[in-house]
C-alpha cells in the first residue's frame, strides 16, 4: 500500500479491486477530470507496469439533455449527477476523463502500450447529436438535434430507425496521457502527440495503443465512449454513452516513437494528425514509412514503395479541431520477419 500512500483514502475505496494487481476506477467527482489534459494534474490511482485496470466512464451530455432527449430518469447515473453538479473545474475541452492513472516507471521518452482487454456496454442506450457551427456540413445543418438511440446488448445493436440496425462495435474515443508539463493545460478536444481524442474506430478491445511519455507516471485519462462510429464522425458525435474497459498498462522502455500507433490482430496503425486532412495524411504515410524501415528493416525507398501498395489511408475523424488520418497495413504480409 506504501505506493499509494499520496492517494487520497476516500478515491482508494473508489478505485481499488481486491485481487493485487487488478483496480478498479469508477467515475466520480473525485476520479475525473473535465476537459482538459495537463501534466500538474494529481493522479487518483498508481499502479505498477503490467498491471490491470478496470476503469468506467461518464456519460458526455449532461443528465439535462438526456432526460429532455427521452431518457427515463432511473436510467441516468447517479455518479453522472454527482459529477455534473459538483465538478466546477472544467474545460477548454468537453470531455469527462476518468483518471488520472500514474504508472510507475514510466518516464519521459518511454511508450506507454495499453492493452484494450475488454469494452463493455454500462448504459441501454446511447445518444447522437449536431450543434450549429461544426462537424462536417455546418451549412446544411444550421440548427441543433439530439437524439437517444437504443442499445440491444443481446443482439449487439443499435436501431438508429425503421429498418436500420447499426452493429455494435464499442471503444473508447479517447485515451491519452498528458502533454509534456511545459505545454501546460490543453483541450480534451484534439488529439496530438499524447493520444487523446483520437476517435479511432478500430481501437475496440484486443487492440493495442501505443503512446509516448511526456510526464513521469504516463498520467492515463480515458472517456468518451462510443457503442459505434463510422470513419470520419462527421456530425461531431459517434453513438455516445458510457463503458466499461479493462486495460492492461506496460513501461516499454525498448520504444521511442514520437507519435501514438496501434496493433490489432491482423495490423499495424499509424497515425497522422493536424487541421490539414492532407497533411494528417503525410503523417500518417510517413509514421508508416519509419515503422516498415525501423520495425520492419526495409530500405526507405522500399518501405515508401510497400506503403503504396499495401497500405490503406482511412480518415479517423474530421470534427475534433485536428483531423485524423491513420494507416493500416495487414501483418499477414510479412512472412518472414
Known amino acids: 500500500m506504501d505506493k499509494l500512500k499520496h492517494v487520497p483514502l476516500l478515491i482508494l475505496f473508489v478505485a481499488l479491486g ?182 479511432n474506430k478500430e481501437l475496440v478491445a484486443g487492440t493495442t495503443l501505443f503512446i509516448p511519455v511526456h510526464a513521469r507516471g504516463g498520467l492515463f485519462l480515458v472517456g468518451d465512449g462510443h457503442a459505434a462510429q463510422g470513419d470520419g464522425e462527421v456530425s461531431l458525435a459517434a453513438l455516445e454513452t458510457s463503458l466499461l474497459g479493462r486495460f492492461r498498462f506496460l513501461v516499454r522502455k525498448d520504444l521511442h516513437w514520437l507519435w501514438p500507433r496501434a496493433e490489432t490482430p491482423t495490423h499495424f496503425i499509424t497515425m497522422g494528425m493536424h487541421e490539414d486532412l492532407d497533411e494528417a495524411a503525410r503523417m500518417a504515410t510517413r509514421e508508416m514509412v519509419d515503422f516498415l524501415a525501423r520495425e520492419k528493416r526495409l530500405g526507405r525507398d522500399d518501405a515508401y514503395m510497400l506503403a503504396s501498395v499495401a497500405v490503406d489511408l482511412h480518415v479517423t475523424q474530421l470534427v475534433d479541431g485536428k483531423k485524423g488520418i491513420h494507416a493500416m497495413i495487414p501483418k499477414a504480409i510479412f512472412t518472414s520477419r
Not at 493485487?20 to 476506477?25: D, E, I, K, S
Not at 441516468?76 to 466546477?88: F, G, L
Request: aromatic share 6%.
Open 18 to 199: 481486491t485481487a493485487a494487481g487488478q483496480h478498479r476506477l469508477k467515475p466520480t467527482p473525485k476520479t475525473v477530470v473535465w476537459g482538459y489534459h495537463d501534466a500538474t494534474t494529481p493522479p487518483v490511482l498508481k499502479i505498477r507496469s503490467g498491471e490491470t485496470v478496470e476503469i468506467e466512464t461518464a456519460m458526455i451530455a449532461s443528465p439535462e439533455m438526456l432526460e429532455e432527449a427521452g431518457v427515463p430518469p432511473a436510467q441516468i447515473p447517479q455518479s453522472d449527477r454527482a459529477i455534473h453538479r459538483e465538478v466546477k473545474e472544467r474545460g477548454p475541452g468537453p470531455h469527462i476523463l476518468t483518471g488520472p492513472v500514474y504508472i510507475e516507471g514510466a518516464e519521459p521518452g518511454d511508450v506507454l502500450e495499453v492493452r484494450i482487454e475488454s469494452v463493455r456496454l454500462v448504459l441501454p442506450y446511447s445518444l447522437c447529436l449536431f450543434v450549429p457551427g461544426s462537424g462536417t456540413l455546418p451549412d446544411d445543418f444550421p440548427y441543433a438535434r439530439v437524439k437517444v438511440f437504443p442499445l440491444d446488448e443481446r443482439r449487439k445493436v443499435a436501431r438508429i430507425a425503421e429498418g436500420v440496425e447499426v452493429p455494435l462495435r464499442p471503444f473508447f474515443g479517447s485515451m491519452g496521457l498528458v502533454p509534456p508539463k511545459e505545454v501546460g493545460r490543453i483541450s480534451s478536444a484534439p488529439p496530438w502527440i499524447h493520444a487523446g481524442n483520437l476517435d
